[in-house]
């Protein structure tokens, strides 16, 4: 469990440090800790339902491939389902060709978006072989050209999700960085690995600390590995990021942005009661089943693995979430949940077990 000790005596400086708001742009958040999109994972009900925990400073959407955007795809329209409440938030886009990219946030803009995220990290096949996501990375004169030309077709804050280069001998991200803050980019997020490493291995903290030195204001936020308050504070700590980007670990412990906001008001962090674990678990699947009907069964499945052990549930009935079929099921699990709370055996998420690395698998 996380606790004001398990930060560094030198994270705790950051406890006094004011303000704990961040300027994007014109864009004024309300903290300096940021979900992640996690593609299949962050829509609209996760959003809402980890904004309703509090602590959250800005949220992005799963990438979009900028040419399904722009024909209007059902895919695309459910990734950009939004609410007044899901606020700040960002879209991100992903695509090889500027044209596309360029419309696709000028519709964007258009349609009141308030930012707009080109993703350059994803490490996926099907992502890199259109010459977008960490593909880019490898072409630092048209990633420029690119994000440039976006930048300037729109008034809103344009940003850039990045790794750290495409392997260990090209660590573009530095040089990126720079040129993408003459050309007008507000903010970047930098995922410490290498397109190579995919999710293996550890993030590389001095790496992002070189991207935050080789910047002249705009902020820089440090992403990945971070699954605990003490994480996040290391990682501002030791690269000097303005903000940090959590992924994974808000799934793993769904409260980690209010207990961010704890540890930086000098309050206590306080962690959920059963209770509080359970009503979590359903109101995320009543905000997706309120939206994709019976099918939410389907598509919660997968959180399963990540939310079990921190949420108390028995082994076996996180198995049974995992092949759920209908509402009424999800109930039964619940009633069931919340009775044997805290029977688990094991405190490690299943996520994690199984698959070791990470769900690069999927993605
Ligand atoms: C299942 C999954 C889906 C992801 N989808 C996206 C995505 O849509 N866009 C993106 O920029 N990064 C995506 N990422 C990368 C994450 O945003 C993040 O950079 C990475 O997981 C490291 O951070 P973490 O350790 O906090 O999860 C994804 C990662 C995972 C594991």
Redesign the pocket.
């Known amino acids: 469990m996380d606790s004001p000790t398990t930060a560094t005596t030198a994270s705790l400086a950051l406890a006094t440090e004011p303000p704990l708001t961040l300027k994007i742009g014109e864009r004024l958040l309300p903290s300096r800790y940021f979900l992640?999109?996690?593609?299949?994972?962050t829509h609209l009900p996760l959003r809402t339902a980890l904004r309703e925990l509090g602590g959250m400073g800005l949220a992005t959407t799963?990438?979009i491939l900028a040419p399904q955007l722009l024909a209007g795809s059902r895919k695309s329209a459910h990734l950009l389902a939004t609410n007044a409440q899901d606020n700040p938030l960002s879209v991100?886009i992903f695509g090889g060709q500027v044209e596309h990219l360029v419309r696709a946030a000028q519709y964007l803009e258009d349609q009141g978006f308030a930012g707009v995220d080109i993703?350059m990290?994803?490490p996926m096949g099907k992502v890199n072989s259109q010459g977008g996501g960490a593909r880019l990375l490898c072409d630092c004169d048209r990633a420029v050209q690119i994000v440039a030309a976006v930048v300037e077709a729109v008034s809103l804050p344009v940003t850039v999700?990045m790794r750290l280069g495409w392997d260990e001998e090209n660590l573009t991200a530095p040089q990126l960085a720079r040129d993408f803050e003459q050309v007008g980019v507000a903010a970047i997020t930098v995922?410490g690995r290498t397109r190579q490493q995919g999710?293996h291995g550890r993030v590389n903290l001095e790496g992002i600390r070189q991207v935050v030195a080789a910047v002249e204001e705009i902020p820089i936020v440090g992403?990945?590995?971070?699954r605990s308050v003490a994480d996040a504070l290391r990682m501002r700590e030791v690269t000097g990021c303005q903000a940090v980007?959590?992924?994974?670990?808000a799934m793993l412990d769904p409260w980690i942005f209010r207990k961010l906001d704890q540890h930086h008001r000098g309050a206590p962090l306080v962690d959920p009661t059963p209770d509080e674990q359970i009503a979590f678990l359903r109101r995320h699947f009543e905000l997706l089943a309120e939206r994709r009907g019976n099918y939410a069964c389907v598509l919660f499945r997968k959180f399963a693995g990540w939310y079990g052990a921190r949420l108390g549930i028995p082994e076996e009935l996180e198995d049974r979430l995992r092949r759920m079929e209908t509402i009424a099921e999800f109930e039964q699990i619940v009633a069931e949940a919340r009775a044997r709370h805290g029977e688990r055996r094991t405190s490690m998420p299943t996520a994690l077990v199984k698959t070791p690395n990470?769900?690069?698998a999927?993605?």
């Open positions: 992640a999109p996690l593609a299949g994972y799963d990438l991100q993703n990290g994803c999700k995922h999710f992403n990945g590995d971070v980007a959590v992924g994974r670990g990470g769900p690069n999927h993605w």
